[in-house]
């Protein structure tokens, strides 16, 4: 079956599943973002992101990195954070997300939890498309928004929307359309675009809730793969 396309891409030698959100395979899961969203991995935050606090020029540490990148906390609010907040952040969010128990993760310093966690969303599907149902697409004839077409593009974070409430909780979806067609879209991902649904093989499904919309996931885990 299409979702169980076997063909992954590695990142750091590793293998990836086709979408790969705080180091789990993220097929039938849903994941608590801030405003500033989930974002997709780049090897440019390996350097500094834009906004980095001047003291730490060089490699960011990676605790910062992975609450960014996680979209756990905005940018203004990460360069007056403490460690202490910012690890009990990503802890939670590793927990919730079945990464480890969270007595393991408690167990770890702040760099290696940083590591675990500090790379996003990572797209392990050559080709592979990332739209969401939105209603404010929906509104346009029943169209999608684009989030990711093979290049890092804007984040997981459920907006534009019309209001709060339309922004709470959002269905993803990872499309293989194949690294050509795929590119057709770039433009589209990155202007945050409503476009007619992509046709292709849906590869996996997840949820993303944004907190700073009083949106949240359910306590039970979000499972499709009990309607596949």
Same mark, same amino acid.
């Given at each position: 079956r299409?979702?169980?396309?076997?063909?992954?891409?590695?990142?750091?030698?590793?293998a990836l599943a086709p979408i790969d959100i705080r180091g789990k395979n993220a097929k039938g899961k849903c994941f608590d973002v801030g405003k500033g969203g989930m974002l997709f991995y780049d090897p440019k935050w390996d350097l500094i992101p834009p906004g980095y606090p001047t003291p730490w020029i060089g490699k960011p540490p990676p605790l910062w990195k992975a609450a960014y990148l996680n979209g756990l906390r905005k940018m203004e609010n990460l360069t007056v954070m403490g460690? /202490?907040?910012?690890?009990?952040?990503?802890?939670?969010?590793?927990?919730?997300? %079945?990464?480890?128990?969270?007595?393991?993760? %408690?167990?770890?310093?702040?760099?290696?939890? /940083?590591?675990?966690? /500090?790379?996003?969303?990572?797209?392990?599907?050559?080709g592979g498309l990332v739209w969401e149902e939105s209603p404010r697409c929906a509104a346009l004839g029943n169209k999608v928004?684009?989030?990711?077409?093979?290049?890092?593009?804007?984040?997981?974070?459920?907006?534009?929307? %019309?209001?709060?409430?339309?922004?709470?909780?959002?269905?993803?979806?990872?499309?293989?359309? /194949?690294?050509?067609?795929?590119?057709?879209?770039?433009?589209?991902?990155?202007?945050?675009?409503?476009? %007619?649904?992509?046709?292709?093989?849906d590869i996996a499904t997840w949820q993303i809730a944004n907190r700073d919309m009083a949106g949240r996931c359910d306590n039970d885990p979000w499972k499709l793969e009990r309607e596949s």
């Amino acid at each position: 079956r299409a979702h169980r396309h076997a063909q992954h891409s590695s990142f750091l030698g590793f293998a990836l599943a086709p979408i790969d959100i705080r180091g789990k395979n993220a097929k039938g899961k849903c994941f608590d973002v801030g405003k500033g969203g989930m974002l997709f991995y780049d090897p440019k935050w390996d350097l500094i992101p834009p906004g980095y606090p001047t003291p730490w020029i060089g490699k960011p540490p990676p605790l910062w990195k992975a609450a960014y990148l996680n979209g756990l906390r905005k940018m203004e609010n990460l360069t007056v954070m403490g460690w /202490g907040e910012m690890k009990d952040a990503i802890t939670v969010a590793l927990a919730k997300n %079945d990464v480890k128990p969270k007595a393991d993760l %408690d167990k770890m310093n702040m760099f290696s939890l /940083g590591n675990l966690a /500090g790379f996003g969303a990572r797209v392990g599907l050559p080709g592979g498309l990332v739209w969401e149902e939105s209603p404010r697409c929906a509104a346009l004839g029943n169209k999608v928004r684009i989030v990711y077409a093979g290049t890092p593009a804007g984040p997981m974070n459920n907006e534009p929307e %019309d209001s709060v409430e339309d922004a709470k909780l959002h269905t993803y979806h990872l499309t293989n359309l /194949g690294p050509t067609k795929v590119a057709q879209y770039s433009s589209a991902a990155i202007k945050r675009e409503c476009v %007619d649904r992509p046709t292709g093989p849906d590869i996996a499904t997840w949820q993303i809730a944004n907190r700073d919309m009083a949106g949240r996931c359910d306590n039970d885990p979000w499972k499709l793969e009990r309607e596949s």
